[in-house]
């Protein structure tokens, strides 16, 4: 980053985080973190309490018994995913009031969205135990582009279609600005204290690796990387859904091969719906989930049952929604 656009981000006002995201970035930092802790610090937010008891609730985490109060959402979760969780929705609500300038704000939140339930998905799939801070990973990823849609203005005018390439949109920024969304996203997660595994993740995200160590860090920088590839297929348009190379991606950095790739897409467009409602979000706009599942098959030629029998939950996904 150069140090005029350095000093570009000294003065503008790009929101810190809320003062109940601070208590939770904290919380996560303390050795003797409890129950009581965290219930406290998510009840001063009636609306996060909310958030937190829908989620226990939801398909993500399928559970007999269903959470009546935040404590029982508490053990279901766990304090850190809690946390992690909690962290998300006020970051989200807190970034989503800024006034966009270049930045297709509806399109931006479709993506990155669904590129935190990917990264969490593929996270499961390769059995990390990190589930909740790769979706924020997922979901911060491309935080960069909002700092620098406040600092200049200008930068994202009349580049609509270019905000659906993020290779090309990459470069574009780095020709103006020296540095691209991703270096400028961890940096400023680095200046929010997060942890340096989410800063770290969102600064190499537009580097995939390819698969050299089965090193957790490793695999958790990739799942990052590659969710906003995934994610590109359910947000953009049928010219610019490249499944075959997505999925020769996701052989190539995470050792998927194409029937659990297709199982893959098959879980996320599932999660789709009750997610988009957790955040108040619609992110099935403009899509055709249905044609999206005929897609994947034909291209990626699945002719695995079990594969195939798993993607049917995106169709059922779309009939319910």
Not at 142 to 156: F, H, I, K, R, S
Not at 213 to 220: D, G, K, N, Q, R
Request: proline residues 5%; neutral net charge; contains cysteine.
């Amino acid at each position: 980053m150069t140090p005029e656009l350095e000093r570009q981000f000294c003065t503008i006002k790009f929101p810190t985080p809320p003062g109940v995201a601070v208590h939770i970035i904290e919380l996560a930092q303390d050795p003797d973190i409890d129950i009581g802790k965290v219930a406290k610090a998510v009840s001063m937010d009636p609306a996060l309490t909310i958030k937190i008891l829908r989620i226990a609730n939801s398909p993500l985490y399928v559970q007999r018994r269903r959470s009546e109060n935040l404590r029982q959402a508490l053990v279901v979760l766990g304090l850190n995913a809690t946390l992690t969780l909690a962290l998300s929705f006020t970051l989200v609500r807190s970034l989503r009031g800024q006034k966009a300038h270049g930045v297709d704000y509806p399109y931006y939140w479709r993506r990155v969205l669904i590129a935190a339930i990917s990264a969490r998905a593929l996270g499961e799939t390769l059995r990390q135990p990190q589930g909740e801070e790769l979706f924020l990973a997922g979901l911060l990823q491309d935080v960069g582009m909002l700092a620098l849609d406040q600092t200049m203005p200008e930068l994202y005018r009349d580049t609509a279609q270019l905000q659906r390439d993020h290779r090309a949109l990459a470069e574009f920024e780095r020709k103006r600005v020296r540095a691209d969304h991703a270096a400028i996203g961890g940096s400023l997660m680095n200046s929010w204290h997060l942890p340096e595994r989410l800063h770290r993740a969102i600064s190499t995200s537009h580097t995939l690796e390819q698969y050299r160590s089965a090193l957790p860090e490793e695999i958790f920088n990739r799942c990052v990387a590659l969710s906003g590839l995934v994610a590109d297929l359910f947000v953009n348009e049928t010219p610019q859904r490249d499944f075959a190379q997505t999925a020769q991606a996701a052989e190539r950095s995470l050792g998927l091969d194409k029937p659990i790739f297709g199982q893959l897409l098959g879980t996320i467009g599932g999660l789709i719906p009750d997610t988009g409602a957790l955040f108040e979000t619609d992110l099935q706009a403009g899509t055709d989930p249905e044609q999206i599942l005929e897609q994947a098959r034909d291209i990626l030629m699945l002719r695995n049952l079990q594969a195939l029998r798993d993607m049917n939950v995106l169709k059922t996904a779309a009939r319910n929604s």
